[in-house]
């Protein structure tokens, strides 16, 4: 990873730390483990869209948010609902 | 575009947190509906909801630091404090239960039929699979240190071997553990010998599986360029959960499973 004196949310220019290995230095008899994709990876994450860390990847990540926000709100109501039915005095 | 004079990292809003707390009242109110109402719905949806919420996260923070620089070495000086506080924590919590055992071994009571082991309890041969399982983790805390030792000497294939041979060695253990708890002759209702016995030896075995899907990750992170010579912290954080597993093993092979036979 880079150390960045200063963080800014728009990166012209990449930030690579001096001691990232490239894929060029890779000896051949590597290329099973596949191309390393954490220069791109950088570029994208480091898009000036505004956008915040946990949706910056676009349609994948909201599909996930969403989900999981389903899933928390609705079990919270859930979890209410059953909360109070299990406090009734009667039993089920 | 606004620049911060300081190197510590201002985070972007997140949702993680309250999800996380939410998914914690789902899994607690889901354990109480299970024990007391047999339904299992509710608990399923909060272990559901914990898993999304925590893979999330931490898939930020990689994206945080690997991706995007934040982790300065203020920052990661802060991650290592973390970490450290946090295995802290988890020493206490296995001191309790080492408490336990000591309290009931020290001085068996009459019901027990004044010994320990108490009367009716055969335990386990400690120099049979329980040994081998010492073995297994020591032999793991060597390979983990190899792996350490690559990643820094920037030999790629060398950290990514040893890398999986220490997570190949844990789930050794837990298979064979497991086997072991299927062969006992004694359950977890078997008085305080089996209370004692399966709760700190069953929260050690969490601990294990929880330390070898922390090192997958770092494994798949290895595969894929995150790590550095100089900067891998998420690795380093893995193995210092690891030997502090190990050690809780090596605890629990001498008290438990050997003075206590």
């Not at chain 1, 989900?67 to 005095?89: F, H, W």
């Not at chain 2, 792996?147 to 253990?173: C, V």
């Amino acid at each position: 990873q880079g150390l960045k004196p200063i963080v800014s949310t728009e990166s012209p220019a990449l930030i690579f730390g001096t001691t990232t290995k490239l894929a060029s230095d890779l000896p051949a008899t590597d290329s099973f483990l596949g191309k390393n994709k954490v220069p791109d990876l950088q570029k994208l994450f480091q898009k000036a869209d505004g956008l915040p860390v946990h949706l910056k990847r676009g349609v994948p990540d909201k599909l996930l948010y969403r989900t999981t926000m389903a899933l928390t709100i609705g079990g919270t109501i859930y979890c209410l609902v059953a909360l109070y039915m299990a406090s009734q005095p009667r039993s089920q | 575009m606004a620049h911060q004079a300081h190197s510590f990292h201002m985070v972007d809003p997140s949702p993680w947190p309250i999800f996380g707390a939410v998914a914690a009242l789902l899994t607690a109110s889901g354990l109480t509906m299970w024990f007391h109402h047999h339904s299992t719905q509710l608990l399923t949806l909060g272990l559901l909801s914990m898993l999304l919420t925590t893979l999330q996260w931490w898939r930020d923070i990689v994206r945080e630091s690997t991706f995007q620089g934040h982790h300065t070495p203020t920052v990661q000086k802060g991650l290592r404090y973390g970490m450290i506080l946090f295995i802290t924590s988890e020493a206490f919590f296995f001191l309790g239960f080492f408490w336990a055992f000591f309290h009931s071994s020290l001085a068996p009571t009459p019901e027990l039929g004044g010994q320990w082991p108490p009367t009716g309890i055969t335990p386990l041969n400690p120099l049979e699979v329980p040994l081998l399982n010492t073995a297994i983790l020591l032999a793991s805390g060597v390979t983990i240190t190899w792996a350490h030792h690559s990643i820094a000497e920037a030999n790629h294939k060398q950290a990514t071997h040893a890398l999986t041979l220490t997570i190949l060695l844990g789930l050794y253990f837990t298979a064979l553990q497991a086997t072991e708890y299927y062969e006992t002759p004694f359950s977890i209702t078997d008085g305080v010998y089996g209370s004692t016995f399966f709760v700190a030896t069953g929260f050690h075995g969490l601990h294990v599986i929880i330390g070898s899907s922390f090192l997958l990750i770092c494994l798949l992170r290895l595969i894929k360029f995150h790590f550095t010579p100089n900067h891998h912290f998420g690795f380093e954080a893995a193995a210092w959960y690891w030997h502090f597993v190990d050690i809780i093993w090596l605890f629990l092979y001498t008290t438990i499973y050997w003075w206590g036979s």
